[in-house]
C-alpha cells in the first residue's frame, strides 16, 4: 500500500526557514515524479513545485529564489527546503506522486506568523 508521510511543520518567523520531508513507501520510487502542493484556507490547492524522476525541478513563481525541491531516492524521501519565509506561504503542505493515479499525504501545516 502507497503511503506518503510529510514532516518538518511548525511555526516560523517571517524570514525563517523550514524543512519539510515526504517519505514515501513506494516501490521504485525513483522512477516517480513527486510534487508539493499547498493549501490555504478558503483557497484552493496550488502547486510549490515539482521533481521530475530525471532531477528536473520546477516551481511556481511566487516561491521562485525561495524554495527548493529535492530528492533521496535510497531514502525514498523528497524535501522541500523553504527560505526567506511570508505569511502568505502559510498553508497546509501536501507531498503528492507515485503511480498513478498519484497519491497524496496527509499534509503538514506551515504557519508564518511573527
Known amino acids: 500500500q502507497v503511503q506518503l508521510v510529510e514532516s518538518g511543520g511548525g511555526l516560523v518567523q517571517p524570514g525563517g526557514s523550514l524543512r519539510l520531508s515526504c517519505a514515501a513507501s513506494i516501490s521504485a520510487f525513483s522512477i516517480y515524479d513527486m510534487g508539493w502542493y499547498r493549501q490555504a484556507p478558503g483557497k484552493q490547492r496550488e502547486l510549490v513545485a515539482t521533481?521530475?524522476?530525471?532531477?528536473?525541478?520546477n516551481y511556481a513563481d511566487s516561491v521562485k529564489g525561495r524554495f527548493t525541491i529535492s530528492r533521496d531516492n535510497f531514502k525514498k524521501t523528497v524535501y522541500l527546503q523553504m527560505n526567506s519565509l511570508k505569511p502568505e506561504d502559510t498553508a497546509v503542505y501536501y507531498c503528492?506522486?507515485?503511480?498513478?493515479?498519484?497519491?497524496w499525504g496527509q499534509g503538514t501545516q506551515v504557519t508564518v506568523s511573527s
Open positions: 521533481i521530475r524522476s530525471s532531477g528536473y525541478t
Open positions: 503528492q506522486g507515485g503511480p498513478a493515479p498519484g497519491y
